[in-house]
């Protein structure tokens, strides 16, 4: 009997053949590992299954006697994004499908949030053939994804956004965008929008959304009744038909070709190319209504400095009232200046009683009770403190009343064409109504007679 090895192709298996070459004596396991190794073979040999083999074994037929240890070949690596957390909502709550829909259309991240996680190509693990050689792994492949601008990879693999804005995969990458691009319309098909860059829309914002933005905002299109709010930029925007309900608010400055019916507010100025018609509008700085259409009509107009239009008012005498002065936060913080100055000084006069009916005790004895030389060292310092503490509160309302003097040098009221009756002028606190129609007019503050004059507009 003859035991004859094949070794398959791959070398990672290794079978016995049986043949009858006349000799006529019994197999054993011996045998076929002695047939084996003088193949080579030494690798994940089958020890239980030769030895079924010897005891059923049949000529011409293949027993498969080793088995090589297949290699573990590498995960490809990955780029893992983690879904964001929403919310459970409870049946009774009420859903707002404006904020819905924003958290289904884009996904907002934060400077510091952790996106996801970036996973290496693992190498594999190698195998071995019959032969006892080792079988390489493939390893897997890089991620298809590039790490793009805005994020930062860890040692770990974490991944960081470095800054806010909207998370894009496009193409082989994946990115933070500091601008969100608004085809069309705010409104139920996008949501509202709260964005940590800059915005730009296409279309309108319909009544009742939001948007808010850490930068400038851009709208193409008509604001109704709906909130804008730019937390350090500037809102450029095509009008406003505000249904006394449309909110503007911008750091910087506030653009429009047209104020109606809105509440406007800008940290510096507000620029408007056509007319503002029953609007509540502040600027700390400067209101103005440029061209030929600029008309200012109805509401409140508040700036620190100036407000100019081609007209103010309208022939039919509605009520428009412009406020020109010293910023409100200025004023309470001058209110809250002069109360705190009074209070401390009070409190000061009584301390200064309590000090001198100690000192004189103290000069008639010579020395004071343990308690009352305690009081009286508190009481010096409080003394101390009080007096520093009027005079920088002083020097404060000092520097603000000296920028009294500078508004009333810059403070101004510019009616190009006209200026209506009506007209409610405020200029630091004094008051002035227009009851007959003047052309070309300017109105300041005449610092000798500290009142409120008309002068002619001599500009073209």
Known sequence: MKCEVKVSRDKMKASVILRDDGA????????????????????????ED???IVERAEFDKPYVVAVGKKPIHGCDGKIEIYQREVAKTKEKDRVDFREMAAKKKRRIVKKGDVIGKFIKPSPGVPGMDVYGNPVKPRPGK?????IGAGISVERDGTLVAEKGGMLVARGNEIHIEDMLIIKGDVDYSTGNINFPGFVEINGDVKSGFVVKAKND??????????????FEGSVEVMGVKGKEKGLIRAKQDVRAKFLENAHVEADNV??????????????????????????????????SKIVEAE?????????????????????????????QIKLDEENLNKLLFMLRDLKRLKDMKGSLPEDKEETYKKISQTIMYLKSMIDQNKKELFRIRREYSNFKKEAKIIARKILYPGVEVVMLQKRLSISNPISKAVIVIDEKKDEIVVEAYTGS
């Open 217 to 230: 905002i851009v709208i193409r299109g008509i604001v109704e009744a709906a909130t804008v709010i730019s």
């Open 270 to 303: 507000v620029e408007v190319e056509g007319p503002i018609t029953n609007s509540n509008v502040k600027a700390k700085e400067k209101v103005l209504l440029k061209g030929k259409k600029g008309v200012l009509v109805g509401g409140v107009t508040m700036a």
């Open 311 to 339: 007209e103010i008012g309208s022939p039919l005498g509605v009520r428009t009232v412009v406020e020109i002065g010293i910023d409100p936060e200025i004023r309470e913080k001058e209110k809250i200046l002069n109360a």
């Open 142 to 146: 890089p991620a298809p994804f590039r």
């Open 24 to 47: 006529g004596y019994d197999l054993t396991s011996d045998d076929i590992l002695k047939a084996l190794k003088e193949s080579g073979v030494r690798y994940g040999i089958l020890y």
């Open 50 to 52: 030769i030895k079924k």
